[in-house]
């Protein structure tokens, strides 16, 4: 497949083949810089090998000229703080240009939009995420342990931390269940329980240690119910 050619391409150019050097050189010279219409070179005929067929040299120079849109306009509008924002955009438009070729090429279509069985999946992950991290929140809302005291112990935990990390768990719980791989979910059971211990253990708390519990469980119920609904 084109697509998975391209990809390939894409990966060894943009990652393997891309010294950190080159990225530091390109993101204070921006345009200016040479490592960058070397890197967009190394990326046409890196498609030229992966496709391997003369007939398609097109493909190879399409891909390398919207390479070099993409990361031109990276460069020259990202700031340290949008840099990982802009990062993720980037990778998402080179993958968008590779499949807009295999659109082209009809190696793929939107019939899975009319599979009623994809759409459920998608339905019940899309629910699994924040929706369900409201449902969760306003369930706990009620029991939120306050600090028993001056002594009790606080830890710095990372910005909305809980939320993404309870998200994930979601999600790999579901996804186990659709796969038929309920051992998977033990794992995440115990993995988190591993975690978790240390953090309890020091913090003391009663009402902690039993709010963590029941905000586990919901999340992990949820997951499971989901998925076995949707199976």
Not at 195 to 215: H, M, N, P
Request: glycine share 4%; no cysteine; net charge positive.
């Amino acid at each position: 497949m084109i697509f998975i050619k391209l990809i390939l391409a894409h990966l060894l150019g943009d990652f393997i083949l891309q010294p950190n050097s080159w990225v530091a050189d390109k993101e204070n010279s921006k345009l200016k810089s040479r490592f960058l219409y070397i890197h967009v070179l190394i990326h046409i005929i890196l498609s030229l090998v992966f496709l391997w067929d003369l007939q398609l040299w097109w493909v190879a120079v399409l891909v390398g000229i919207t390479h070099f849109i993409i990361d031109a306009a990276k460069l020259t509008f990202q700031n340290v703080k949008t840099k990982k924002r802009w990062f993720f955009i980037d990778q998402l438009l080179h993958v968008l240009v590779i499949t807009g070729v295999s659109f082209y090429f009809r190696e793929f279509s939107f019939d899975f939009l009319q599979n009623q069985e994809f759409l459920k999946i998608i339905m019940a992950a899309l629910f699994l995420t924040t929706p369900a991290s409201i449902f969760i929140k306003i369930l706990l809302s009620s029991w939120t342990p306050a600090p028993d005291g001056p002594n009790t112990i606080q830890t710095e935990s990372l910005s909305s931390a809980g939320k993404y990390i309870g998200i994930l768990e979601r999600l790999l719980v579901f996804t186990f269940i659709i796969v038929n791989h309920w051992e998977g979910v033990g794992f995440m059971v115990a993995a988190k329980s591993v975690f978790r211990f240390s953090d309890l253990a020091q913090a003391k708390q009663r009402k902690l240690t039993e709010y963590v519990l029941i905000g586990t469980l919901l999340s992990f119920g949820l997951a499971v119910l989901t998925g076995i609904i949707i199976k």
